[in-house]
């Protein structure tokens, strides 16, 4: 999949996302630096989170808005994805609280990944069929 130009540092920072999700995952294999225990894991996502997510879904968010309103049937996707943000953050706000955190950072861990396929398979391939001139126009040094 040749990613428009806009979209190449989102996709860079789905393949990070990626790795952090199979590292979370109850089966995870073992990654040389990278502990297995789950205090360490949660220690893990936290950074993960505060230093690529958040951005992350801030810029994600502001290519939506540039969006919106062009196209219904990506209007409806950006609806979904706007609400898998949603979700992905409140089951990550949550895992301090859970009794059982191995499973929910597995379940975390699983929602991100399939959110992430559906924005790489099938948003960013509508967006660059349907927008490639909006997507022309975005610069991310200021997001």
Same mark, same amino acid.
């Given at each position: 999949?040749? *990613?428009h130009a806009a979209l190449v540092p989102l996709s860079q920072e789905h393949n990070r996302l990626l790795f952090v999700c199979r590292y979370l995952k109850k089966d995870a294999a073992a990654y040389e630096g990278f502990p297995l225990e789950i205090p360490a894991k949660l220690e893990y996502i936290v950074k993960v989170f505060q230093e690529v997510m958040v951005p992350h879904i801030q810029k994600e968010e502001y290519l939506f808005e540039a969006c919106a309103g062009k196209d219904p049937a990506l209007d409806a996707l950006i609806q979904e994805l706007v609400l898998e943000h $949603? !979700?992905?953050s409140r089951m990550y706000s949550a %895992?301090?609280?859970q009794t059982d955190l191995e499973?929910?950072?597995d379940q975390l861990a699983r929602s %991100? #990944? #399939?959110?992430i396929r559906k924005e790489e398979r099938v948003f960013f391939e !509508? %967006? !660059? $069929?349907s927008q490639a001139a909006l997507l022309d126009s975005i *610069?991310?040094?200021?997001k």
């Open positions: 999949m040749v *990613r $949603q !979700q992905i %895992l301090t609280e499973s929910a950072m %991100l #990944e #399939e959110h !509508q %967006l !660059q $069929q *610069r991310w040094e200021n």
